[in-house]
C-alpha cells in the first residue's frame, strides 16, 4: 500500500516538472500560462505616435485589444508625446488597476513624455475590465490628439 501511494506521489511529480512547475527561475514562460489562462495568449499591440505635416495623432486611433493585451506606444515623430487616461471615459472600477498599470506616471493616469524617435511606452491591460478606453496625448489635446483602446 505504502509502495503504491509513493509511486502515485513519484508520477504527479514527473507530470509536473514536464509542465516547468519546480523547475525554478528555468521554467519555460509559456508552460506557466498554458496552466493558468488557456485561452489565448496576451499580446503586444503597437500604437504610434505622430506628429508630421499631416498633424498630431495616435494611429491607430481606434485599437481594438483583447483583456490581458499589453499596448505599446512607440514615438515616431513630433515629440513631446505622452498618454492620459480620461478618468472619467474609463471602464468602472478601472482607475486603480490602470493607475497600477502605468509605471513612471507623472500624474493621475498620465504616462511621462516621450522624447526621442523610437522611445516606447507600455501599458498592460492584464487584470482590466472590459470597455472603452479614451486617451490623448497632453501637449497636444488641443491639436486633436486622442484615441480609444476598447478592451474585449
Ligand atoms: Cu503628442
Redesign the pocket.
Same mark, same amino acid.
Given at each position: 500500500m505504502t509502495t503504491k501511494l509513493s509511486r502515485r506521489r513519484v508520477a504527479s511529480a514527473a507530470a509536473l516538472v514536464a509542465f516547468g512547475v519546480g523547475a525554478g527561475a528555468a521554467a519555460p514562460v509559456d508552460a506557466n500560462l498554458a496552466l493558468t489562462r488557456p485561452t489565448i495568449a496576451p499580446k503586444t499591440v503597437e500604437v504610434q505616435?505622430i &506628429?508630421d505635416a499631416s498633424g498630431?495623432r495616435f494611429a491607430p486611433a481606434k485599437l481594438t485589444i483583447q483583456r490581458g493585451d499589453r499596448v505599446k506606444f512607440t514615438l515616431v515623430s &513630433?515629440p513631446?508625446?505622452?498618454v492620459v487616461f480620461w478618468q472619467d471615459s474609463i471602464p468602472k472600477g478601472a482607475g486603480a488597476k490602470l493607475a497600477k498599470a502605468m509605471t513612471n506616471a507623472v500624474g493621475p493616469l498620465t504616462g511621462p513624455f516621450l522624447m526621442n524617435a523610437g522611445e516606447t511606452y507600455s501599458v498592460s491591460f492584464e487584470g482590466l475590465p472590459a470597455g472603452t478606453y479614451r486617451y490623448y496625448?497632453a501637449?497636444?489635446l488641443a491639436l486633436g490628439?486622442t484615441a480609444t483602446i476598447e478592451v474585449k
Open positions: 505616435m &506628429g498630431y &513630433g513631446p508625446h505622452n496625448c501637449p497636444h490628439m
